[in-house]
């Protein structure tokens, strides 16, 4: 009981506070039942701070607490229909007059919020946390587009909501592409992403995020006085918020199982994930007769799906080498048919994944599709596993050119760390050329590990001075037809001709430096006027040393922490100082792109700058003042004409701003001023 209590309590904190569970759902889900048994066999060993006594989650540190009144209770599960039977018999004892109904509805896979609106205008935006105390994040949740913002006139004043964010699938699978595309480490399924979503401590960030919500749940204000939930939902809907596209009313529980086995026939046809169905007492008066438990209401049940799954075996693991050198083990695997599709290989993610799965080569696994489309490996039959079977070694050198491999402080990945690794080349190659990068198009997969390959390419910038009269001559085709690659070179030509006067952003991001995505490139690039100005930015400086200042000195600036340290570090390393050279002996410097600037608003050419807490989200403002002609800037330098100062702004700050020449201004003038 004491292991299970310690495994429960660390996979909690993995899941609900650093939002990367290594073990899967079912798994988890085991270990607290097993718990929930012992406990009700032997109850004088019953830890008295069980896991199994709270909600899991604790909140975050980085957010405000929010005290939930009352607590955030989650829902009793069960994994039979013989217990919602129990259920059903339960009910009757408790309430021997009968005149209840079923609603069943889907249980959305997301994270749970509370939303409290006051004057008809969101308010606040908390996560359930613990259940008693969770995390305010309501400038993360006011990007969600589906939320409303404020609410038309016959609702309460003051009302608190409850329902489930979640991120859509498509969504999920996109965000996993482009994050891969920028290096980064991608999300394990839709409800980590959305976890890992709303804990980011930069909204803009955020509203990029394809989250969306579902209101389900009345809160502790402004919800009195209906008589059914369907009755409360109806209204959840006319005030604007976003519900459940689907529930069913159930007058005996044959007719909500058979609801539930409609619903699970459907389970996959929602833009969200369920992970189950649950049932609720239709009539509200009941709730308080029936009451809750710590953990849950007493009211109301989930039941869980078996997870869709198919068994297959492992028959090896390979590894491969991405454009930043992190290897990516792949499961390739006894091709199966699992929700639709045949499936042959499954990504591992990282070693750490497969220590904590212990997948080994010939086991038999359970395969499912994490988001319904991405297949994962959720667990082992070690029942089957032969006796022979070895757990899997992570190479300790690099597959594709045999170099050293390293695994930074704090990283999950193992890198290669040769420069010159061929297998990262072609990969970084390819990243230079795609779509936003400088969109050379002619450059697919197989050209670039021929270039590699043959030796042409040792460098991204050797296509500024290859012999594209040679390489028409190149052999492109499959072994066996060969194929020159012709015309297309002159076409290629033309494309690397045309990415010299690529825009500065598009440069930025195709260099492919560690935590530069797309958007990251556009707010560096919007501070600097050439690709020669980042090795010494005083912006990127001061982004850096703004980061180690506490408290209200802190400012919030549109270039994010890790970005500025990680173009500073490349231009600082020898590779970086060589591209520079090189880049300059081409005559290439590229420039940010053409604004236009609004050269006739109130705010035309004025240099400003947002600091401290203002009563809108910044982004907004910063998009007010763009659009009257202003400049939105990160610092205060001899440029800036106003300093637009919410609360708590130390008078250090706005003094400094004034020996530059700045105007320190508040939010009503500003707000004038834009008239
Ligand atoms: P769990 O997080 O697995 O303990 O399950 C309980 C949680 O299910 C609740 O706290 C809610 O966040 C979530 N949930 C999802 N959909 C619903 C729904 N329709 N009604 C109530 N709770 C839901
Ligand atoms: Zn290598």
């Excluded at 409303?148 to 859509?168: H, I, N, Q, S, W």
């Excluded at 039941?303 to 390739?332: S, W």
């Excluded at 500024?464 to 015309?487: H, I, M, N, Q, S």
């Excluded at 401290?612 to 330098?637: C, F, H």
Aim: glycine share 8%; proline share 5%; with cysteine.
């Amino acid at each position: 009981m004491a292991e299970l209590v310690a495994a429960i309590n660390r996979n909690d904190r993995l899941y609900y506070v650093e939002a990367r569970p290594v073990i899967a759902d079912a798994d988890y889900d085991r270990m607290y039942e097993e718990l929930i048994r012992l406990e009700h066999d032997f109850p004088q060993f019953k830890d008295p701070n069980s896991p199994t006594l709270r909600v899991s989650g604790e909140p975050l540190a980085g957010f405000a607490p929010v005290r939930h009144d009352p607590p955030m209770k989650s829902l009793d599960k069960c994994y039979e229909k013989g217990e919602l039977v129990a259920f059903d018999a339960f009910l009757r004892k408790e309430l021997p007059d009968g005149g209840w109904h079923y609603v069943v509805e889907p249980k959305v896979d997301g994270v749970s919020i509370s939303l409290l609106y006051e004057d008809r205008r969101l308010v606040r935006a908390a996560t359930r946390g613990n259940g008693e105390v969770g995390d305010d994040v309501t400038q993360n949740v006011r990007t969600i587009r589906s939320i409303p913002k404020a609410l038309p006139a016959d609702a309460p004043d003051r009302l608190e909501v409850r329902g489930e964010v979640y991120m859509t699938r498509d969504g999920f699978v996109k965000l996993n592409a482009e994050l891969d595309e920028a290096g980064r480490e991608t999300f394990m399924n839709p409800r980590n992403a959305c976890a890992g979503s709303l804990k980011q401590l930069d909204p803009k960030v955020v509203a990029q995020r394809p989250l969306d919500a579902v209101i389900y749940n009345a809160g502790g204000v402004g919800c009195d006085g209906f008589a059914s939930h369907t009755e409360l939902i109806a209204t959840f809907r006319r005030w604007g918020f976003p519900v459940a596209p689907w529930s069913r009313v159930a007058a005996t529980m044959d007719e909500a199982i058979a609801a539930i086995d409609e619903l699970g026939a459907n389970r996959h046809g929602f833009r969200f994930e369920i992970d189950g169905a649950v049932l609720k007492i239709n009539e509200r008066a009941f709730y308080g007769a029936l009451g809750a438990t710590a953990h849950s209401p007493r009211w109301a049940r989930a039941y869980k799906y078996a997870p869709e799954r198919a068994e297959t075996v492992v028959r090896g693991i390979t590894v491969q080498v991405g454009r930043t050198g992190v290897l990516t083990p792949v499961a390739e695997l006894e091709p199966v048919e699992l929700a639709g599709s045949v499936i042959a290989r499954a990504t591992l993610h990282n070693a750490d994944q497969i220590a904590a799965q212990d997948i080994r080569v010939g086991d038999h696994v359970w395969l499912v599709k994490a988001g319904d489309v991405i297949p994962a490996i959720d667990g082992v039959l070690t029942e089957k596993r032969d006796l022979f079977v070895v757990p899997f070694v992570f190479p300790t050198a690099c597959p594709v050119c045999g170099g050293a491999v390293a695994r930074a402080a704090g990283e999950v990945a193992v890198r290669c760390i040769n420069p010159a690794c061929p297998a990262q080349l072609q990969r970084r190659l390819e990243h230079f050329c795609s779509r936003n990068a400088l969109d050379i198009r002619s450059l697919g997969g197989r050209l670039a590990d021929l270039l590699v390959e043959k030796k042409l390419v040792a460098d991204p910038l050797d296509l500024f001075t290859l012999d594209y009269a040679a390489l028409a001559e190149l052999d492109v085709g499959e072994a066996g037809a060969p194929r020159k690659f012709g015309k297309n070179a002159a076409n290629m030509r033309d494309a690397v001709e045309a990415a010299r006067t690529a825009s500065l952003e598009r440069w930025l991001f195709a260099i492919g430096i560690p935590n530069v995505g797309v958007t990251v490139a556009k707010d560096i690039a919007a501070e600097h006027e050439k690709l020669s100005d980042l090795p010494a930015s005083a912006v990127l400086r001061h982004v850096v040393a703004n980061d180690a200042k506490k408290g209200k000195e802190r400012e919030i600036l549109p270039i994010k922490v890790e970005a500025a340290k990680a173009v500073l570090a490349f231009f600082d390393s020898p590779y970086g100082q060589t591209f520079r050279a090189r880049l300059a002996a081409l005559g290439i410097d590229p420039r940010r792109a053409a604004r236009t600037v609004r050269t006739d608003g109130p705010l035309a050419g004025v240099g400003c700058v947002l600091t401290g807490t203002l009563s809108r989200p910044r982004g907004e403002y910063a998009k007010r003042i763009e659009a009257a002609g202003g400049i939105v800037q990160s610092a205060v330098t001899s440029k800036t004409r106003y300093l637009i100062a919410g609360a708590n702004v130390g008078a250090t700050k706005t003094a400094k701003a004034r020996a530059l020449g700045t105007e320190v201004i508040d939010e009503a003038r500003l707000l004038e001023l834009l008239g």
